[in-house]
């Protein structure tokens, strides 16, 4: 899996619910054509973060189709996840 490119924002609770801060970086990925997460139309990964008291946490992921923004019900190998992972905390936003 490489990461081609990502938009990172925080997620903005009107409510008042949630306590801390919500992120969601939406990455763009490229896999080998042998994998089962290649599509030809490409690939996105959706990542939710949780951020309190200093602490980041990933809370979910979604893969999906970047052309129709379909989801893929489909779970990532641990090396992928600890990729991802990495490259959002390299740019994770300014808390």
Known sequence: MQIIN???QELVDPTGIIDGQRFEFL???K???EDEL???EG???RMLYSAKDG???MLTYQFY???TESP???EWDEEEQTSAEQYCMEHFPEI
Do not use: M, P, S
């Open 43 to 45: 690939t996105g990964l």
């Open 27 to 29: 990455l763009t990925v």
């Open 6 to 8: 990502h938009k990172a």
């Open 72 to 74: 893929f019900d489909v």
């Open 38 to 40: 290649f599509n030809e």
């Open 65 to 67: 189709e970047l052309a």
């Open 31 to 33: 896999f080998d054509e």
């Open 55 to 57: 602490q980041r946490k």
